[in-house]
């Protein structure tokens, strides 16, 4: 049987919080790390272990138990000089994959010079994302895969509507592959109230798109671009 993948995070913050809670449950093994107490009592009893301890002390880091572990999420940010120690000290450790919070341009570059495997800088990416969608209003968001591709929610294209993927030919017309389509349906419960029903759901060759759909693509921004003006 394959082994469990063990999750440290670092930094209890509204981010790191946030993704020890999401991990958690969905099933994955989380140690929490923080040097708050508050914050470690908080997220005791959601995630497999949660450990008070300062990440920047070398001794307590290696003596913490987390040899184990297959990827560390260093989710401190705003401590940029515990950001560093605690990425030089975990790679130093041999944590195989590492990704590190960066507040900023140069803290990401330093980030990756030391060792992390990748960054997240998160202002960064999210004016990216917000001027994604102010001057494209049909983009929904973009998570970047690769320096090429990116997997973009969009409303779906006028010229979609009606039609199946079969005639529509995305993949071979486009260079695009549809991986989910989102769609939102009214339904009436049995009090006779409209209730807004959202499914999320691979599509087949011969399912016909709706206007209210959105589309989940993964392709390059040229060819997601061109397919936005049909």
Do not use: W
């Amino acid at each position: 049987m394959e082994r469990e993948r063990v999750f440290a995070v670092f930094g209890l913050g509204r981010f790191g919080f946030e993704i020890c809670k999401v991990l958690s449950v969905r099933g994955a093994k989380v140690i929490a790390v923080d040097k708050d107490e508050k914050l470690i009592s908080k997220i005791k009893d959601t995630v497999t272990q949660a450990v008070l301890m300062d990440s920047t002390d070398g001794e307590a880091l290696r003596n913490a138990g987390l040899q184990d572990v297959d990827m560390a999420i260093i989710a401190i940010g705003d401590n940029i000089d515990a950001s560093i120690l605690t990425t030089i000290l975990l790679k130093n450790m041999g944590v195989p994959y590492i990704i590190a919070r960066a507040i900023s341009d140069v803290h990401a570059q330093v980030l990756k010079q030391i060792g992390a495997t990748e960054v997240l800088n998160l202002e960064v990416d999210q004016g990216r994302r917000l001027a994604q969608r102010v001057i494209a209003p049909d983009i929904m968001d973009v998570i970047p895969v690769s320096d090429s591709q990116s997997i973009t929610e969009l409303r779906i294209p006028k010229g979609f509507i009606g039609k199946s993927l079969r005639q529509l030919e995305v993949r071979k017309r486009y260079n695009v592959n549809i991986i989910s389509v989102k769609r939102a349906d009214t339904v009436v419960d049995d009090m006779g109230n409209p209730q807004r029903k959202e499914s999320v759901f691979s599509p087949k060759p011969d399912e016909t798109l709706n206007a209210n759909d959105v589309l989940v693509v993964l392709g390059a921004e040229k060819d997601i671009n061109r397919l936005r003006e049909i």
